[in-house]
């Protein structure tokens, strides 16, 4: 679960905020100084990875999804993210969301239309419980002409103070109708189930009813996915061994293949369901199919969402290849950099985070989507060794795989949803549904690897109209290949 501690150094940060965020100061105007003028919090029963996506989708708590890039000293994690117009306002003003160190700390603030910021608030996220706290340190700055008499001087301090009073008393309305837009979602449970060699898995449950999606990768998809629940069906997401909440293993317990016939099955069963639709993402998508090929008894319909290819060669090599050209080397050395100064020593997870963005850009086309990306760093699983030891196995395991011998007898409905603009290249997601009698294939128009994050309404309706017996649109037949040559 996320968690943000350090929440007190939002006024140590005070001063330093202003420098990459205030606005073009107008002229004749002087920065005279910095308030803080509220300390807020707001407890909202739900957990922080039911609250966070409401707080990075700027549509979801009434703002705009416009996003402008930030060159101040930290670079990617300082980049402004939305912004939308509040007309009869007195003064009119514009909210802007922005990113801080240490990251998912977020910045908002209220600007003026003549530019003068009337204030702004940090806020973070702490969870116990299934409860989470989102707290605001809200702050406003006094900004006076150039020349102003003492007398003028008391006078704008004292407008000053009450657009300050007024900026808090925003930023309590904006948090009030986050915690009424998250607490009216779905009900949601988490839990851990124990697989027969003592793992145990971390999953959430969101919705009511029989129909159960069952999803891995729960840390990936955070809350991405709860509009498919409802009062007839739940969505049902667990981390895999070793990754997210779920429990730590050795190294011969990693990996997802030889483990994808009992982990899925003990979330199933711990869950109550009979028979499952299974959503497998990415490289997950690898272990919901075989899952499915072995127990098609117990599974109902299949989506792959942007998956690797069915084989290793030559689609893995492609996807590295469709890669290598999107990454930033400037980026690249300025972290390296970074981590040879010592930056990072003793604070995997700020390392991590960091880094995060480097791999954003090889699989997300649209950078103004980026704050969407869920963070994983949150999790001991996710940062340094554990995470450094658990992929060169998980490809050590793979081998030189291939399941398009069982895709010619898979009696299921099998979905494979491809980004036109992804890594993986098409040519995979063909193959993963050539020949199958019941195989459709959905190419997402300008999408990338995250259709969940980047496009989520339009994901959802497709995902929707699949679960619910149908094809979504677009989604159409792929002929088998003659032999020897590949889709």
Known sequence: MPTFRRLRRAMALAATLLVPLAPRMVVGQVAEATHLVAQRSVTIDRSAMAVWPHIVEPSAWKQGNRLAHHSGPWGGEGEVFAARSAPGAAPDYYLVNAELVPYRRRTMKLVGTDGTLMGFATYSLEERDGRTTVRYDVFAETRLPAGTTSGAS?????????????????????????????????????????????????????????????VNAANYFAASLDALASGTRRVVTY??????????????????????????????????????????????????????????????????????????????????RNSAPRMDPALQRRMAARVAAGEFAGDEVAQCR???????????????????????????????????????????????????????????????????????????????????????????????????????????AALRVFLDGGWPTGAVAVLKAPAGKAP
């Open 154 to 214: 008391d006078t704008a301090r004292a407008r000053a103070a009450a657009g300050q009073r007024a900026s808090a008393q925003r930023f309590d309305a904006e948090l009030a109708s986050l915690k009424r837009l998250v607490e009216s979602g779905p009900p949601e449970r988490t839990g851990y189930a124990t697989t027969p060699d003592g793992v145990r898995l971390w999953y959430r449950e969101v919705g009511r009813g029989k129909d159960v999606v069952l």
């Open 239 to 320: 981390d895999i061994r070793g990754r997210g909440r779920t429990d730590s293993v050795p190294p011969s317990k990693m990996g997802i293949l030889e483990f994808d016939a009992i982990d899925p099955d003990v979330i199933r069963q711990a869950v109550g369901a009979e028979r499952v639709a299974m959503v497998g993402w990415s490289g997950g998508a690898l272990a919901a199919y075989r899952y499915a090929e072995r127990f098609p008894e117990r599974v109902r319909r299949l989506v792959l969402l942007t998956p690797v290819g069915p084989r290793f060669s030559p689609w893995w090599e492609d996807m590295r």
């Open 354 to 460: 960091a880094g995060a963005w480097l791999g954003l850009r090889t699989n997300w086309p649209d950078s103004t989507q980026w704050y969407r990306a869920p963070d994983v760093c949150d999790s001991p699983n996710e940062v340094g060794s554990r995470y450094g030891d658990f992929v060169p196995r998980l490809l050590a395991k793979l081998g030189a795989f291939d399941f398009r011998e069982g895709l010619t007898r898979f009696p299921l409905p099998l979905l494979v949803v491809h980004g036109e603009r992804d890594n993986p290249p098409l040519g995979g997601s063909r193959e993963w549904v050539a020949g199958v009698p019941q195989g459709r294939l959905l190419v997402m128009p300008g999408m990338g690897h995250w259709p969940q994050y980047e496009r989520p309404a339009e994901t959802m």
